[in-house]
């Protein structure tokens, strides 16, 4: 099939479409209010489910309860909506349910904007409900990416029984590209069994119990022991990067999604005007891909961290050079987007 | 000689954790007792709530999800739209349904979702110790509500099934009690009917059964039925079929 | 000529089968405390039972089987 011109928020939903998923529950928050509408037209004519739910914490208790029953299930939200959701995303690790969640990040706190944002990575990465839980968060660059990355978030939820959130802002969320949706089906993982789920016990042998409450405090901290081991596994098999004039680069850019597009235009123009610049693009900021980091810091002169928002992932980018190099940072935030020029201002900066 | 009772097989034959004399056991039971006379329970996907019956699943001998407090009718939501030919119904207390769950039954009930809601109205919070649910009735006394609920600042119960029954997503609302041997008998026909009515796809059913806290009211068990119950429930909280279509 | 057999480990001596007995034969035991401590029903007055199941009915543990 040709590649079609389509909106970042309609082209995953048809992506989760095409992944299985035929259960979505959402409620409506801009920036994201074109995924539930997509799904409310395109659910009845694959036999899916579209719910528009009372609240963001309805929905995903709805997505619990599907997704429990073992179908592949999504639902979408802005920052807001999204914090609605932590109590769900809780239960949700505890239980071990596989599922996927978008948030399109806007500004924040508070009603915050509307406008793009990358204020929700604490949130994302170091889990805003309560808990030691962690979740698979994938950060696309592109329209394309985010279609590729909504089949892969099905696969990795299956898989690993846990939430795959795609990270993205209201800028991917509302571009239009060109996607090819053909192209993703090749990157479908066979389907994993769910015995576990909760179907009718004529459906499997015994009686399946989807539950997060170990009221004996002994057997909670096994279950923690057995998820910690399960995310150690998952930050071995699932990081992510992209590199970019990485070779020679002595100051090394870090971005993602958006952000890391504008810096790649940063870093050409900084190229052009002498200066080794290059770009380390995490795909996953959790499993945070800190070996490429740690490498960058071994080799660069300094790193420079940017971001929407007033500084998050430095956070982890700054574990990542232990105080090998000096890292920086240049951020917008609020809905205010960086251009190349203030980035390669910055770069200046940092060399200087 | 025939067995005219005994234990439901969809009853796990584990011992309840409910305190002496407390009717949530009673309300299990009848809940088996409607999956087996139906014969579904090998069929039947129940949702545990938050509160006093947070183990109820270790009580059915069924396939079992645990809901955050309140969210029991989103998730049977979420379950029902996966198995729509499943049984699915929910188990809820008054702070779990009345309180914090509100917009959940509210909305599953407008949505019409074919589920079954057992809803145990006892006026008051059994697990957390006794605190003042939204169900408690005026002058009872609460460990939050230590000079008695007062009208003015706490306001008056809520009435949750005549509410529910204003929807027309709501087909079957009935209130029982299990005060009494009669009425407990009242109570295993309309539990019986909310899952029939669900096999026969004919939507939202909500069962609310007044029940006991003995603990938590500070009374005999015997006592709690009559006294409370008999005396101070049922004048504010009648009961009857509210809604059947 | 009715069988009421009660699970005594089961019971927890609530009182409510006592309370709703129509024949008055069924009464706490306070002098053999089952292995939860609870003063288990028992009947007094097998003999009299009617297999009415009043008792089961309003046992909240499932402690009862009638027969009849």
């Known amino acids: 099939m040709a590649k079609v011109l389509m909106k970042g928020n309609e082209a995953i939903a048809?992506?989760?479409?095409?992944?299985?998923?035929?259960?979505?529950?959402?409620?409506?928050?801009?920036?994201?209010?074109?995924?539930?509408?997509?799904?409310?037209?395109?659910?009845?004519?694959?036999?899916?489910?579209?719910?528009?739910?009372?609240?963001?914490?309805?929905?995903?208790?709805?997505?619990?309860?599907?997704?429990?029953?073992?179908?592949?299930?999504?639902?979408?939200?802005?920052?807001?909506?999204?914090?609605?959701?932590?109590?769900?995303?809780?239960?949700?690790?505890?239980?071990?349910?596989?599922?996927?969640?978008?948030?399109?990040?806007?500004?924040?706190?508070?009603?915050?904007?509307?406008?793009?944002?990358?204020?929700?990575?604490?949130?994302?990465?170091?889990?805003?409900g309560h808990g030691d839980y962690r979740m698979i968060v994938l950060t696309p660059a592109s329209v394309q990416e985010a279609v590729e990355m909504t089949v892969q978030a099905f696969d990795l939820a299956d898989k690993y029984r846990m939430t795959v959130m795609l990270l993205g802002d209201g800028m991917i969320g509302q571009i239009m590209e060109p996607v090819d949706l053909d192209a993703v089906k090749t990157l479908m993982a066979p389907a994993v069994e769910k015995p576990w789920a909760t179907t009718g016990m004529k459906n499997h042998p015994g009686r399946n119990v989807v539950n997060s409450l170990y009221i004996q405090p002994d057997v909670l901290e096994k279950v923690n022991e057995r998820l910690e081991a399960k995310y150690r596994e998952v930050e071995r098999e699932v990081a992510a990067h992209e590199e970019m004039m990485m070779e020679d680069a002595q100051i090394v850019l870090a971005a993602f999604?958006?952000?890391?597009?504008?810096?790649?235009?940063?870093?050409?123009?900084?190229?052009?005007?002498?200066?080794?610049?290059?770009?380390?693009?995490?795909?996953?900021?959790?499993?945070?891909?800190?070996?490429?980091?740690e490498k960058a810091a071994e080799q660069a002169q300094s790193i420079l961290c940017v971001e929407m928002n007033m500084g998050q992932m430095i956070d982890d980018v700054r574990i990542a050079a232990a105080g090998r190099c000096p890292v920086s940072f240049y951020g917008r935030s609020g809905g205010m987007v960086p251009t190349p020029e203030e980035i390669v201002a910055a770069i200046e900066k940092a060399v200087k | 000689m025939a067995v005219v009772f005994e234990k439901p097989k969809a009853l796990a034959n584990v011992p309840l954790h409910y305190c002496p004399g407390c009717t949530h056991g009673i309300a299990h039971r009848l809940v088996a007792q409607a999956l087996d006379a139906l014969d579904c329970a090998d069929n039947t996907i129940g949702v545990a709530p938050v509160g006093c019956a947070v183990f109820a699943y270790d009580y059915f001998n069924c396939d079992m999800q645990e809901a955050a407090h309140g969210r029991a009718p989103a998730v049977a939501t979420g379950i029902k739209r996966v198995c729509p030919e499943s049984v699915v119904f929910t188990y809820q207390g008054d702070g779990d349904l009345a309180a914090i769950g509100l917009a959940e039954i509210t909305s599953a009930a407008m949505r019409g979702e074919n589920i079954t809601v057992i809803f145990i109205n006892n006026a008051i919070y059994g697990m957390t110790g006794g605190q003042m649910a939204?169900?408690?009735?005026?002058?009872?006394?609460?460990?939050?509500?230590?000079?008695?609920?007062?009208?003015?600042?706490?306001?008056?119960?809520?009435?949750?099934?005549?509410?529910?029954?204003?929807?027309?997503?709501?087909?079957?609302?009935?209130?029982?009690?299990?005060?009494?041997?009669?009425?407990?008998?009242?109570?295993?026909?309309?539990?019986?009917?909310?899952?029939?009515?669900?096999?026969?796809?004919?939507?939202?059913?909500?069962?609310e059964i007044l029940s006991t806290c003995p603990t938590n009211w500070g009374l005999s068990p015997v006592e709690a039925l009559n006294y409370i119950i008999k005396e101070q429930m049922l004048p504010v909280y009648p009961l009857g079929v509210l809604k059947e279509e | 000529m009715a069988i009421c057999r009660i699970d005594t480990s089961a019971c927890k001596g609530c009182g409510l089968c006592v309370n709703a007995c129509p024949k008055g034969i069924l009464a706490l035991d306070d002098h053999n405390l089952n292995a939860k401590g609870y003063p288990p029903a028992r009947l007094t007055q097998a003999e009299l039972c009617i297999g009415c199941a009043v008792c089961a009915t309003m046992c909240p543990d499932c402690a009862i089987t009638v027969e009849r």
């Open chain 1, 14 to 128: 048809e992506a989760a479409i095409t992944a299985g998923c035929r259960h979505y529950f959402g409620y409506p928050i801009t920036p994201q209010n074109e995924i539930p509408e997509y799904m409310a037209r395109r659910m009845p004519q694959v036999n899916g489910t579209f719910v528009q739910a009372e609240s963001e914490i309805a929905a995903i208790n709805m997505v619990y309860g599907a997704a429990g029953a073992g179908a592949r299930v999504m639902t979408s939200s802005s920052s807001p909506g999204i914090s609605l959701k932590q109590e769900g995303l809780s239960y949700i690790a505890g239980a071990e349910i596989p599922c996927v969640v978008v948030n399109m990040v806007r500004g924040g706190p508070g009603l915050g904007s509307i406008q793009p944002a990358q204020s929700d990575y604490y949130q994302a990465t170091r889990g805003g």
């Open chain 1, 257 to 293: 999604g958006t952000t890391a597009r504008i810096c790649k235009s940063a870093v050409r123009m900084a190229r052009a005007k002498g200066i080794k610049a290059g770009l380390i693009r995490p795909k996953t900021v959790w499993p945070f891909p800190y070996a490429a980091f």
């Open chain 2, 134 to 207: 939204p169900t408690t009735l005026v002058g009872q006394k609460a460990t939050t509500a230590p000079y008695g609920r007062q009208l003015v600042g706490q306001g008056s119960p809520i009435r949750v099934s005549e509410m529910i029954a204003t929807l027309d997503g709501a087909t079957y609302v009935e209130r029982v009690s299990l005060h009494d041997a009669a009425n407990v008998n009242r109570a295993k026909r309309a539990v019986e009917k909310a899952f029939r009515r669900q096999i026969e796809k004919k939507g939202f059913s909500m069962v």
